[in-house]
Every structure is written in structure tokens, then in C-alpha cells.
């Protein structure tokens, strides 16, 4: 599975921001499909996914109220849309997919910036 990443840039703190992942090269109902984020100078974190079912949506605490996960199984896209964006959102974001049956994540977009000033 390819997974192309868009739509990031750089807001005013308050924001809303849209990105858009693609996937391609694979079945992408029998994937479960992600987002994480690595600011500058920290690990990678998780920040939304779908269930594997695909029925509910999860996220990290830090992003609850504000961001939405979108999956569009017909057009093979897995969106995430950003509100009221704080300057500690500031990362590189990353679309990710594991297949239904395994624990890891093996797919990785290439990456989209996300820049909140204050």
C-alpha cells in the first residue's frame, strides 16, 4: 500500500486545517488507517485512527474535541480535519495503514507539515 499525504501548512493559532491521505496499491477497506504527527525534537505520537471495523474512531487526549478522522473507503481517503489548531500541533503529520490482521503499522505516507504560530 502507497500512501500520499497532503494539505498541511502553516495557520494562525485557532485555525482550522483539512489534510487528505490517498491510498493506492492495495484493498483499502481491509486496512485500518491512521494519523500520527512527530513535532520537532519529539518521538512520533499517535493521534487518530479508526477501529479496525472501521465503526468508531480513537484519538489521543490532547487532540479530542478539536480533530476528526474521515475515512472515504470509495474514494480510498482517510482525512483529518484540524479545529481551533494550537501552536503545540505544530508537527509533521503521517497517514499510516496496517492490514486488518497485524498489530504494526507498515505503511507510512511521506509526511505533511503543519506550522501553528501563536
Known amino acids: 500500500v502507497q500512501l500520499q499525504a497532503f494539505g498541511g501548512g502553516l495557520v494562525q493559532a485557532g485555525d482550522s486545517l483539512r489534510l487528505s491521505c490517498t491510498a493506492s496499491g492495495g484493498t483499502f477497506s481491509n486496512y485500518q488507517m491512521g494519523w500520527f504527527r512527530q513535532a520537532p525534537g519529539k518521538e512520533r505520537e499517535f493521534v487518530a485512527a479508526?477501529?479496525?471495523?472501521?465503526?468508531?474512531?480513537f484519538y489521543v487526549d490532547s487532540v479530542k474535541g478539536r480533530f476528526t478522522i474521515f475515512r472515504e473507503n470509495a474514494k480510498n481517503t482517510v482525512d483529518l480535519q484540524m479545529n481551533s489548531l494550537k501552536p503545540e500541533d505544530t508537527a509533521v503529520y503521517y497517514c499510516?495503514?496496517?492490514?486488518?490482521?497485524?498489530?504494526?503499522?507498515?505503511?507510512w505516507g511521506q509526511g505533511t507539515k503543519v506550522t501553528v504560530s501563536s
Open positions: 479508526f477501529s479496525r471495523s472501521g465503526g468508531s474512531a
Open positions: 499510516a495503514a496496517r492490514h486488518k490482521d497485524t498489530t504494526s503499522w507498515l505503511y
